[in-house]
């Protein structure tokens, strides 16, 4: 599947917002809008006050690029996708900060990368300007000129400085790698190289003045040479320059490849990061990322805004197609052919084969690769992908492979599905979908520790997961039964469920004891009236269909019945036990105690008023499966029915003597 950024920068703009919704701005940024109370421009057939309305004073915006070079190659896709995204905004025009190419080379490359440059920018609906930086002048090569790549940058991009107007402000850029006046060097990190020039500085004196009368004036450069360092202190004379002129509201610059704000004598300095250059990204949300600014402008201030690459969507590609069918798309889950065999030292040599359907009218782009974080797997391919036309599917295969060791490290091993949805002129992510790949595992019964052991889960993020191929229940009676104590109840607790619209479980919301099974086309309930369950004591809690009625037995007692019959729904979701599931085979609704004895049959195990609960099941012809949590071997506990269901647990379950 093609790599495509854009759903992954639209997360990382939602976190961000939700990261800085404390952030108190500084006062220049929260003037109150003006607003007039005018009945001319305001009407309702209601006998009320009217409300006030915006005041009519001119605003604009622009934005803002960083640097596009320093880094891979397909940062130039990075540029697209940010020339998209200010298409959609439709600013009034575009600025940048240099580094437009890559540069240190000479005239030949240097051209064919201006020419890549100017193609993208030339997509913009806006006009756009140019700054020039480091990469865009220095020379690399034999048969250097004088001003390296100042002639080519100026026969093709413009004058190294120039200024316009636009709706009463001023735009000012300036030359930031002007060089060492004396050698004619130039350096980034040499302060001797990075000084204006005399001829610069006279002339942005004389635009400074002629610009006296606009509202505000903007200047963009390269290099951001108020954090001085190897920059030197010549810019302190440009600012003493900028603070006389009275109306110079921001400069900004680039090339540290992170995001700053800085602020001094009410000037405000802007230093942006990259839209396509190198970028760690290792702080996204304070700066080190793809983005744009954007500028908007009122008489009296500006407000500025951060917008990362690819976080701006359209909203009129969204139809009630596309966002229905990714809405399915979104629920699609994988089909897991057979179990993996894993042998009793850990060894696992097969195929996974994942069935994915494309349930939708569009082509969806599939991408399915292994992971886990247990090293000693290995697979090959490494992903595999494939476009699916709507209402087909699609079988990837995958070999697995590990090597030894059956032990505490072993962790499991998951396919994971990216999906892209095609429509007409755009594609749309959809979450990746994670599913643990079933295991068959060959394990003996551990030694019996000779006295009852019961599994401690935390209520947080503890549970036993049951693959749902390992326990296939037939259609027809079940019973459900476990010991359980619990520490404290919540308001709702899965003891053992697969319950999402289909299916089987057991919870105990706040004390108070349910079994529901969905027989054709809603639950069979039976609950206990109120909490009947004690915090600190053990319980037998028995849940039984028999094809006629629901029951629900406490300690060997009938609690509720309740009359139903019907087919039962099923799932392909996991039996979750200490928790409930949703519908992407995850954990929730957690349980906060100790549980034993569990035991899954196909026949209703339990009739009449009472019945004597066994401590310690044991197994039947019925049993599907059965712990009774003697001990664990690796991950798994191993399942006394017979059939070879054991489970895996999760989180730090541990197992308990039982007092």
Not at 231 to 236: A, L, R
Not at 276 to 298: C, W
Not at 620 to 642: H, K, Q, R, Y
Request: hydrophobic share 40%; charged share 25%.
């Amino acid at each position: 599947m093609t790599h495509h950024p854009r759903p992954h920068a639209v997360a990382l703009a939602l976190s961000a917002a939700a990261s800085i919704a404390a952030w108190a701005p500084p006062a220049f940024c929260q003037l109150e809008h003006p607003e007039v109370l005018d009945q001319s421009r305001f009407q309702t057939s209601r006998a009320v006050p009217i409300l006030p309305v915006p005041g009519e004073e001119d605003s604009f915006f622009f934005v803002v690029y960083g640097d596009r070079t320093g880094g891979p190659a397909e940062g130039i896709e990075v540029l697209k996708d940010a020339v998209r995204d200010t298409n959609l905004l439709e600013p009034d025009l575009v600025m940048t900060v240099g580094d437009l190419v890559q540069g240190y080379n000479t005239t030949e490359q240097w051209t064919i990368q201006m020419r890549e440059f100017k193609g993208v920018m030339d997509a913009l609906l806006c006009p756009w300007f140019p700054v020039s930086g480091n990469h865009d002048i220095y020379w690399r090569g034999t048969g250097k000129p004088a001003g390296e790549h100042e002639s080519d940058y100026e026969a093709n991009f413009g004058p190294l400085w120039y200024a316009f107007e636009h709706k009463n402000s001023v735009f000012i850029a300036l030359y930031s790698d002007e060089g060492n006046p004396e050698t004619g060097e130039k350096a980034i990190n040499k302060p001797d190289c990075q000084k204006m020039s005399p001829e610069q500085f006279e002339w942005l004196r004389k635009t400074l003045q002629e610009s006296r009368d606009a509202e505000h004036i903007f200047l963009f450069l390269h290099h951001p040479r108020w954090l001085r360092g190897g920059y030197g202190d010549d810019w302190d004379k440009v600012h003493e320059l900028l603070v006389q002129a009275g109306n110079v509201t921001a400069v900004f610059a680039g090339h540290i490849h992170r995001a700053r704000f800085d602020q001094r004598d009410n000037i405000q300095y802007v230093t942006l990061a990259t839209v396509g250059g190198e970028q760690s990204g290792k702080a996204p949300e304070a700066g080190y990322l793809h983005h744009f600014d954007i500028v908007t402008v009122r008489a009296e201030h500006i407000a500025l805004a951060s917008i990362p690459v690819g976080a701006v969507q359209d909203v009129r590609a969204i139809t009630g197609q596309v966002s229905d069918e990714c809405g399915r798309l979104a629920d699609v889950k994988p089909s897991i052919a057979q179990p993996l065999q894993v042998s009793s030292s850990g060894l696992a040599d097969g195929m996974v084969r994942v069935e994915v359907a494309n349930p939708v009218s569009r082509p969806v782009e599939v991408e399915v690769r292994l992971e886990s974080t247990d090293s000693r797997w290995a697979s090959a391919p490494d992903h595999a992908h494939a476009t699916i036309a709507p209402g087909q599917s699609k079988t990837f295969e995958i070999a697995a492979g590990r090597a030894e060791g059956l032990d505490a490290a072993f962790r499991p091993l998951e396919v994971v599905v990216g999906m892209d949805y095609l429509a007409e002129q755009a594609r749309f992510g959809i979450p990746e979908v994670r599913a643990a790949v079933p295991l068959s595992v060959d394990i003996a019964a551990p030694v019996p520790p000779g006295r009852e052991v019961a599994a401690d889960l935390d209520g947080v993020d503890d549970f036993i997961r049951v693959e749902n191929a390992s326990v296939p229940l037939p259609d027809g009676p079940l019973t459900l039964e476990c010991w359980m104590r619990a520490r404290s109840f919540g308001d709702r607790v899965g003891l053992i469920a697969k319950t999402e619209s289909s299916d089987y479980g057991i919870f105990v919301n706040k004390g108070e004891a349910h079994f529901s099974v969905f027989l054709d086309a809603k639950y069979a309930t039976a609950r206990s009236e109120g909490p009947a369950l004690k915090v600190g004591q053990w319980h037998h809690v028995a849940g039984v269909f028999d094809g006629a009625e629901v029951r629900l037995y406490i300690d060997g007692k009938l609690i509720s019945t309740t009359k139903s019959s019907g087919k039962r729904k099923t799932n392909n979701l996991p039996l979750m036990i200490g928790a409930d599931v949703n519908g992407r085979a995850e954990p929730v609704s957690f349980f906060d105690g100790e549980i034993d004895g569990v035991r899954l049959s196909k026949a209703a195990v339990y009739s009449g008023p009472s019945f004597d609960p066994p401590r310690r099941p044991a197994p039947t012809a019925d049993t599907m499966l059965l712990l009774n949590m003697d001990g664990a071997v690796g991950p798994w506990l191993f399942d006394e029915s017979g059939r070879g269901a054991h489970p895996v647990v999760e989180g730090r379950v541990n197992l308990v003597g039982v007092d």
